[in-house]
T-cell receptor, first 111, second 115 residues
Framework: QKEVEQNSGPLSVPEGAIASLNCTYSDRVSQSFFWYRQYSGKSPELIMSIYSNGDKEDGRFTAQLNKASQYVSLLIRDSQPSDSATYLCAVSNNAGNMLTFGGGTRLMVKP | NAGVMQNPRHLVRRRGQEARLRCSPMKGHSHVYWYRQLPEEGLKFMVY????????ESGMPKERFSAEFPKEGPSILRIQQVVRGDSAAYFC?????????????FGNGTRLTVT
């Protein structure tokens, strides 16, 4: 079983819709959770971090964490074509920053 | 305010040659991480370094791969006697501290092609 799992997609949503990206992790002691966006051929860019159960909102992005279910998600409201990218879920299971990444979900927002 | 700088952006090596990948962290960052990304896959952790110390190299192959982060100068990821399977994008990231309050910032990567 992979440590961090994501549906590879592609997830296709129309412009203006809500995109919902999901991630599950296997290590119960995981403490820190991150979402990175990666455009094709580019470097990963941090867009959200979340450390405690519940929701965290930042602009059009909302991260949701449920440690009991070992589940973290990212919602993108009012999706734009420029949001089309691969979204990587990353988990840290210690006090440091050594992240374990999922395989990424490719999001396509169609105009 | 330069971000994480990696060079070269693209590197082509023949089988058996050596590849040297360089990474200069963001200003004020003393923690460096190397990740490898195969096509259509996520990033795999390789090694975590602080100045002059390897903190964790659990993701790095035992043979042919080595990394350093000297007191002066960039961090270097060195791959000896490259093979076709080494072809990948190698990303370096840096953080100010090693704590969870100091997120990783990634460089643009070095794309290694082994012919």
């Amino acid at each position: 079983q992979k440590e961090v799992e994501q549906n590879s997609g592609p997830l296709s949503v129309p412009e203006g819709a809500i995109a919902s990206l999901n991630c599950t992790y296997s290590d119960r002691v995981s403490q820190s959770f991150f979402w990175y966006r990666q455009y094709s051929g580019k470097s990963p860019e941090l867009i959200m971090s979340i450390y405690s159960n519940g929701d965290k909102e930042d602009g059009r992005f909302t991260a949701q964490l449920n440690k009991a279910s070992q589940y973290v998600s990212l919602l993108i409201r009012d999706s734009q074509p420029s949001d089309s990218a691969t979204y990587l879920c990353a988990v840290s299971n210690n006090a440091g920053n050594m992240l374990t990444f999922g395989g990424g979900t490719r999001l396509m927002v169609k105009p | 305010n330069a971000g994480v700088m990696q060079n070269p952006r693209h590197l082509v090596r023949r089988r058996g040659q050596e590849a040297r990948l360089r990474c200069s962290p963001m200003k004020g960052h003393s923690h460096v991480y190397w990740y490898r990304q195969l096509p259509e896959e996520g990033l795999k952790f390789m090694v975590y370094l602080q100045k002059e110390n390897i903190i964790d190299e659990s993701g790095m192959p035992k043979e042919r791969f080595s990394a350093e982060f000297p007191k002066e100068g960039p961090s270097i990821l060195r791959i000896q006697q490259v093979v076709r399977g080494d072809s990948a994008a190698y990303f370096c990231a840096s953080s100010r501290t090693g704590g969870e309050d100091s997120p990783l910032h990634f460089g643009n990567g070095t794309r290694l092609t082994v012919t």
